[in-house]
């Protein structure tokens, strides 16, 4: 597969170089404690709500950017660590003093648990885990310029970050002062898959992305556009795992592309390899080896649209 990031030299094989990310999905099964969570330690206001049926669906972000929406299902079983499903949601942010107050009110929150911190070469990261234990990375990017390669790799490496350090040179008052004043969205989103092969002949050859790191032990990284990663897959704790069942924790993976065209691209490559999808016009769904969904969309999705996946 080609790594040309020329935006119109493998249209039809990879995704476009202006791919990103959108909102996450999170089945949950306490809607009221997680959307005080999100808003409490991670500064996301609750944008728009609607109920359908016995679920309510809330959207949180910041801004009118939304970053998150939350499904109350109670009924559904807790998360079973060892499935398919996610590993982590990475929400960036625009710099170290926004990512310093957000980590700041994260480990002040008495819901959070502070899983770690370590520093990628290409960004700075810090982990939680949010109170129904879905996974959290807080980030922020370094400059491309500063990003190295080796052997035809993105070098992207796991040192430790110390978070004490970090909170001293980069926290301020006013950039906690300003809450979801400061701009936040999801950078990339990582899951737990059964097998890496299977994942990158879904995420890879079939949805588009193209792979920036293979050789880290259990693990695949892959983006649009030369990012260090829009997604990785692991099986460090899922290795071998079948068919997700139908459980609390992630519901859809979103990602948005430039145009009607790349979707149309998209949807022959689907066709060519006999995966299933719903289009509606602006935008394409399927599910990958393991039932978790995804939805490839239009720019400017709405905050219905977001509420109807």
């Known amino acids: 597969m080609s790594t040309s990031t020329d935006p119109r030299v493998t249209t039809d094989q990879v995704l476009h170089p202006d791919t990103v990310m959108d909102a996450v999905t999170l089945r949950v099964g306490d809607l009221e404690r997680m959307s ?61 003093t926004s990512l310093a107050a957000t980590v700041y009110r994260a480990a002040q929150d008495p819901a959070s648990r502070f899983v770690g911190s370590s520093d990628h070469s290409v960004s700075e990261a810090f982990y939680f885990a949010d109170p129904e234990g879905n996974g959290i990375e807080l980030y922020t990017d370094r400059d491309r310029s500063l990003w190295l390669h080796a052997g035809g790799e993105l070098r992207m490496d796991t040192t430790y970050l110390d978070p004490n350090a970090f909170l001293r040179e980069h926290l301020t008052q006013d950039a906690l002062d300003a809450g979801a004043a400061l701009a936040g969205r999801v950078g990339h989103v990582h899951l737990q898959v059964g097998d890496i092969g299977r994942a990158g002949s879904f995420y890879l050859d079939t949805l588009g992305f193209e792979a920036t790191v293979r050789g880290y032990p259990g693990a695949l990284f892959a983006s649009a556009g030369g990012y260090h990663h829009h997604v990785a897959m692991n099986v460090w704790n899922s290795a071998g795992a079948g068919p997700r069942a139908a459980t609390l924790g992630l519901a859809d993976v979103a990602v948005t592309v430039p145009g009607r065209d790349d979707l149309d691209a998209l949807a022959a490559r689907l066709r060519a390899r006999s995966v299933e999808f719903s289009d509606d016009g602006r935008a394409i769904t399927a599910r990958d080896p393991w039932g978790t969904q995804v939805t490839v969309s239009l720019p400017g999705t709405t905050t219905d649209e977001v509420l109807a996946r």
């Not at 109920?51 to 959207?59: D, I, L, Y």
């Not at 929406?69 to 398919?84: F, I, K, M, S």
């Open 36 to 96: 005080s969570y999100y808003a409490d330690a991670l500064a996301m206001e609750p944008i728009e709500e609607r109920t359908r049926g016995r679920e309510v669906h809330r959207v949180l972000g910041r801004g009118t950017t939304p970053m998150m929406r939350l499904v109350h299902t109670p009924d559904l079983p807790e998360t079973d660590p060892r499935q398919p499903g996610l590993f982590h949601t990475a929400f960036l942010f625009d710099d170290p």
